[in-house]
């Protein structure tokens, strides 16, 4: 059974009175989340995003000087992402001594597969940020879904919808009491079939189509810094390149650039070599 249930009846009280909280103060109360999470992420901290080829690895949260960065691994689903960021806050906004030796948030992590009430209580409060129980209550009603009957493509659907992984939906049914301990059971059993119900709705393969990668401020720095004339072209270049892109991608021509002395050295180098 889930992990989560390790936390007490108060506990999971007092982190959905937080949750809601941050909802009504965000003016989110009445909306899905979704993606929209990493904009929220990018107004508390600096956010930064690239593929990360070991999937198990997830995020990262640390406090350097005085400022936060939250680093997101796009490799991994974006569902997965989004859970992972609402988790990372959680540790930013309640939970600040975690950030003094913070540690990498790992899958087995955010699928509950820990002891750690820490982790367990950041879990929770992603679930019920990206969740909220009244938002859920709209869809089910939406999609007349009878008490305990939901089936394996509704809770598919819904995770589609709340754009959160298949695990933390189940979760949170089960959280508002829409199913039962035997169904919650049932369901997590099923989740071999996720990726054929995906298909078979037409719906994305919950996989990154394209994996961001995302320096909060580098690009819009590293502009400026040049049409100011603080930076060269080259240093523009070797800048934009960390994004994978280059100067004519932002609509910017660079002037031909002469070689430097020692680049003029090194080229008679090798011819004479």
């Given at each position: 059974?889930?992990?989560?249930?390790?936390?007490?009846?108060?506990?999971?009280?007092?982190?959905?009175?937080?949750?809601?909280?941050?909802?009504?103060?965000?003016?989110?109360?009445?909306?899905?989340?979704?993606?929209?999470?990493?904009?929220?992420?990018?107004?508390?901290?600096?956010?930064?995003?690239?593929?990360?080829?070991?999937?198990?690895?997830?995020?990262?949260?640390?406090?350097?000087?005085?400022?936060?960065?939250?680093?997101?691994?796009?490799?991994?689903?974006?569902?997965?992402?989004?859970?992972?960021?609402?988790?990372?806050?959680?540790?930013?906004?309640?939970?600040?001594?975690?950030?003094?030796?913070?540690?990498?948030?790992?899958?087995?992590?955010?699928?509950?597969?820990?002891?750690?009430?820490?982790?367990?209580?950041?879990?929770?409060?992603?679930?019920?940020?990206?969740?909220?129980?009244?938002?859920?209550?709209?869809?089910?009603?939406?999609?007349?879904?009878?008490?305990?009957?939901?089936?394996?493509?509704?809770?598919?659907?819904?995770?589609?919808?709340?754009?959160?992984?298949?695990?933390?939906?189940?979760?949170?049914?089960?959280?508002?009491?829409?199913?039962?301990?035997?169904?919650?059971?049932?369901?997590?059993?099923?989740?071999?079939?996720?990726?054929?119900?995906?298909?078979?709705?037409?719906?994305?393969?919950?996989?990154?189509?394209?994996?961001?990668?995302?320096?909060?401020?580098?690009?819009?720095?590293?502009?400026?810094?040049?049409?100011?004339?603080?930076?060269?072209?080259?240093?523009?270049?070797?800048?934009?390149?960390?994004?994978?892109?280059?100067?004519?991608d932002f609509g910017i021509e660079l002037p031909d650039e002469l070689p430097?002395?020692?680049?003029?050295?090194?080229?008679?180098?090798?011819?004479?070599?």
């Amino acid at each position: 059974m889930n992990k989560i249930s390790f936390l007490t009846d108060l506990e999971m009280k007092d982190i959905e009175s937080k949750a809601n909280s941050k909802l009504i103060e965000l003016h989110k109360n009445s909306r899905i989340l979704g993606r929209h999470i990493l904009n929220i992420v990018k107004k508390e901290t600096t956010l930064l995003q690239s593929p990360f080829p070991d999937e198990e690895f997830c995020a990262f949260v640390c406090q350097k000087k005085g400022r936060l960065f939250v680093y997101i691994n796009s490799q991994i689903p974006e569902e997965k992402q989004n859970f992972a960021a609402a988790h990372e806050l959680y540790h930013i906004w309640f939970d600040k001594d975690f950030l003094k030796n913070p540690e990498m948030l790992k899958s087995n992590i955010l699928n509950d597969e820990t002891d750690n009430i820490r982790e367990l209580r950041a879990n929770l409060f992603a679930a019920m940020l990206l969740v909220p129980k009244h938002v859920l209550e709209q869809e089910i009603m939406f999609l007349e879904i009878p008490k305990n009957e939901v089936t394996l493509e509704q809770v598919v659907e819904l995770a589609h919808t709340f754009e959160v992984p298949y695990k933390a939906m189940v979760r949170r049914l089960y959280e508002i009491g829409y199913i039962n301990k035997t169904v919650t059971e049932q369901l997590y059993s099923d989740m071999t079939n996720v990726s054929f119900i995906r298909k078979k709705l037409q719906l994305d393969n919950g996989e990154a189509i394209k994996p961001v990668i995302h320096f909060e401020g580098l690009a819009k720095n590293a502009i400026d810094l040049y049409l100011a004339g603080f930076i060269t072209p080259k240093r523009l270049r070797n800048l934009l390149s960390l994004l994978k892109k280059g100067p004519k991608d932002f609509g910017i021509e660079l002037p031909d650039e002469l070689p430097s002395e020692d680049e003029i050295d090194k080229i008679l180098e090798e011819d004479d070599g």
